[in-house]
Structures are given as structure tokens and as C-alpha cells.
DNA sequence: TTGTAGGCGTTATCAT
DNA sequence: ATGATAACGCCTACAA
């Protein structure tokens, strides 16, 4: 591999200039920059970038801490930052977290052991404290679907308690009253958040919130048999099921179907997140969409704003979710 | 943030014994050893990863293309990949490739101009000479997916002429004999295989291939309502639909739905992959299995034992596919 | 077992 | 506009 050396000493002139022509940074005559790209290019160079990010401090790369690598919410986030971040020529490492605490830290002590010039972090485990901790550290810390006091700079996040409401509502207006809800694991905020909405959209409408229609899913399928199982087990009574997210209505309504439901009439349905393969369960999913492919391009926007000092970004914290109407919910009386 | 200069100063030792004690590949004293460790822990130093890169060449990185980074099928793989890396505390850059030769091209050299160790590629639309040349350099490349005549040692692959054969003798065992095939791009050389496993059951059951009941698809949901809406326009008749891939199925499903058709009474449908979400479509979706999540634990075992010299471990280099029999497929006859 | 010193390939600050 | 030269933080012969 040929050297920057090598280039200066064959285009006879000093390393200073070759790495100027490199970085273009500076005034180089035409003549001299055209006697250095002409040695590059019969060199065959490449600059070395750990040589580069050793001098200038600076790697390029971003590092990004998902729950997980594999799953349809994910997929679609990593492809909105990727895009972003691979068009501005910086790269992009990423690991896994798997929403616990321990191996979130774990993974982003390995983030940071790797030089990245920002963390994008979707956490779900780890205290709020701690983030605020770490954000004093030198690398700046973004936060997808997470808002922490104190960050709100840093955070580019759902409204999901506005998507739980116009979950509820939705089903509400087609005149259910007897509701069952599956929520997402208790510790996650996107789980809180939903279900402070649910709660907002009954109240509303006057409908008191049934501890026994409630249920604590996993966010996976298992979590919506699962809870329709025990919901059914209990004999409770209820025609419309909201499910904190897509794969838990998913995994219900294969079970409905197992337990001979016909679906919408007996039991209607509406998931969160509008994935990819939520049009193609029967009954077509209604759902909440959540538009976290985009927000994972804004996310990468704003690192490449604050980190690397691109002009001319506009930037939106906030995104609204908004009803898909499809046809798992059935209108009642 | 401390360098090493700082630890060996204030532990009193030169700076080749903090890196020895880092590195733990010399003998350092007990004593000493200590000292350095007390000094590290007080300085709260952390090794340069950048720096150590520069100094011994090894950047402890794997560059990864995949074809996408959302989908059901690059989840499951990258999934498979980084948990085995990332346990070795390898880290793991991705980058996509999108199936276009320009684009794979200029994703691999992103990722040689990041310096990794060494490549995994899922890459479908460059040539095999490219590969080879490419295998040539200084960068060990590992091929996933994809066989290559050369880089056999480097490839890890399913059998997908036996899927595909696997998936039309399913078919043919259930009486079936109008069998329409919707393939994946032809370009592809899972596709390829595919089809070719088709033929060959055909043949070995003397069924004619019909070019009639053939469509070549995209491998996205599109493909399959795209393809099932070709062969009913133009009034083919068939009892059964051999899918290349889960998603183009459940397009299809969804589809036939669309056109009234009785699931599976009226259209048997077989997919292969066995996505996690074959199991949620209804009527459930029998399907061929690609393991391809333990491929790349395995892929990735194959570099860390031929890159990074870890020792006892035994690759596979050749999957088999088999059948996931569901309820899609109904007995004809 | 421990220390010395040169090198890894750049960037960046000075001069000139 | 160009050239010396000192960092950047670490590894690794080689020497002691």
C-alpha cells in the first residue's frame, strides 16, 4: 500500500502539499495539484484513515446501540440512519443491546472504546442519570425514541402517548367499550408513554380503565397470545383488543384465529409501529404509524449538524404518528 | 483522556510495560503488573483503539455488506454475525449494497477505506470475476450466500437447488401437478438455485415445466401480487404456487385474498425462508427453512478462527434446507 | 523482567 | 504556495 510518502516523493513535492491536495483544505497551484493527483493515481493511493483519524482526532464513524439487529422496527431505523450517514462518507458501527441494562452499558463502553465521533443510542434499559452522565463525556450522545430531561437537544423522538391515544380513540368511535390493552414491557418509555395515552383516550370518553382488561406483553409475539390467553383464561369479556405494538397483534390474532375467533366481527384489533408485514396479516392490520425510518434519516441529520458542521439542516424533534386505517376493527351495534 | 505515556509516569515503569500489561502477551511481574493496573484504574485510562489500529495493523473491525439493512432475512443474518464478533470483541461496520452492482462496488470500498480486517459480503449483483480480483488483495474476503469456483474455503452457503426442490416435491406429494412458480431476479444466484431445484423435481416426477405458470419476481411482497395477477390475467389455471421467498408469498396470499380466492382450498402456496413472520400469515405458511442466522454465527466463525487465529473451531461451510410444513398447502385429490 | 527508541501514516503548525 | 517538523498514542524489536 502506498504511503503518502511515497506520493510526495514521486510528484517531488513536500507531504504537506499531497496531504493538502488530499484534504483540499488549502491553496494548491493547479500545476502542483495536478503533478500529485497524477502520482496518486499511479500509485494506486488510498489514504490510510486510522493514520487520518489519529492525527486529526476525528473517525468518521458513528457508533449506533439498537435493541436489536434483526425485527422490522429496527430494520427500518438502521436503514434511515445508514443512508444518511453513508451519503456524508461516515460510517456506521453497530451493536446490540437486547434491553437490558448491563449489555446496553456493555455496548456502549464498546462503542466508545472505538473512537466514534457520536453514539446514536436507542436504549431502553439504562436509568436516565446515567445518560445524563454519560453526555458530559466527550462524545455527543443522540437519542432516538427517548426523552430525557435535560437532552432535549439530543432526542428525536414519537409523541407516543398521542399514538396510544388515537389507538384508544379509534377504537372507541367505532363504538367499543369493552377493551383489552397488551402493553410493552413496564420499563420501556415508549411503553409508558402509549399506555398514558390509552389511559388519556378512555378518560376522555368516560370509560373506566379495567385493571383486568390490562396485560403486560413483551413487545413479540408470545406477548399478544400471551395476553389474550390469560384474558380469556380469566373469562373476561371484551370486543376490541389494542395492542401496544404490531408483532404482539400479530401474535394475537393468530391465536384468535386458533381459538376460532372470526376476525374483525368477534374481536377487533389495532397494533402500533404500521411494520412492513402489517398489511399482509389478514385482517389487514389498523395501526399506528410510526415513522422511524425517517426519524432515524433526522437522527443522522442532526449528527452530521452538530458533529460534523454540515450548513443547512433543517431539524424536527418531534414526529406525530397518525392512524392507518385498515381492516382488523370491526364497527360495534 | 490519559494516554499510556501518563500511566507508565505515574507507575513509575516505562511505557513497554503498560503495553505489555495491556496486551498481556509478555511476561510482566506480578508487582509490576500491579502497579501498572492500580495506575490505569486511577487514571480511569483507556486504550486508544485508533492508535493500537495505526501501531499494529489490526483494526479489530469487520466490514459487512448486506443487500439490505431492514428485512426479515438481513435482520436475522447480521444478527447472527455480530453477536458472534461482538463476543470476541471484534466490532462489526455494515453497509448495504441494494442488489446494484455500482452500489456493492462502492460499499466494498467504503469498507476497504475503513481499514477492516477482514469483509463479509452478501453481495448478488457483482460478477464472480470481481470477487475474485477482489480476493486477491490485502483484505480476506468471506463470501456469504454465494458460491464462488476458487473461494470455496471462503464461502458459506445454503443448498438452494435443495430447497427449491424440496419445496416443489412438498407440492407435487400433495397431488398437485398445475404448479405456477413465481421466482426471485434472475440475476441472483439464490434464485438460480432455486428454480433449478424446481426444474429438477419436475422432472423427476415428469411433470412438464410450463413456461406460462413461470414470473420472475423481485423477492418483495410486490413480486408476489405481481406475479399471481400476471398468471391470472391471462388465465392460467393452476392448483398451486411455489414462491421464491416468504415475502413474495405473503404478497400472493394477500392478493388471492383480494381476488376471493379460499386459502389454501382454492391455491396452495409454499414460501421459502421461513421468515418469522411465515408463522403469523394466515392461512400459516409452509415453507422451506434457511438457517441463515446460523450462518452467520458461522461466517463469523470462519474469520475469527482464520483471521484472528482462534483455535477449535469447527466451520460448516454448507447448510441444508428443510421443510416447515404448515397449513398454506392442501392435499389435492 | 524491564527499558530504549524507531516506526505506523497522517495532520497541522510553523516558517519560508 | 510550499516545505520542515513536531505531534497523534501505541507496538515491538532490540538492548540491557
Redesign the pocket.
Known sequence: ?????Q??ELA?????????V??N?????D???QKVLDAMAELG????S???S?????TNSVGILVSELHGPFFGQMMAGIEAELRAAGKHVIFTTGHSEEDKEKDGIDFLISRNCDALILHVEAVTDDYLLELSKGDIPVYLMSRLVDGLNERCISLDNELGGYLATQTIIEQGHSDIAYIAGPKFKPDSQDRLAGHKRALANFNIPFNEELYFEGDFKETGGSDGLKSFIEHKKSFSALICANDEMASGAMTYARELGLALPEQLSIIGFDNIIFSKHIHPKLSTIDNPIFEMGHMTAKLVLRDVYKKKDLLIKHFFEPKLIARDSIAHLG
Open positions: 500500500m502506498a504511503t503518502i510518502y506520493v510526495s517531488s513535492v513536500s507531504l504537506a502539499t499531497v496531504s493538502r488530499i484534504n483544505n488549502a491553496r494548491v497551484s500545476k502542483t495539484r493511493y488510498r489514504p490510510n486510522i493514520a487520518q489519529l492525527a486529526s482526532n476525528c
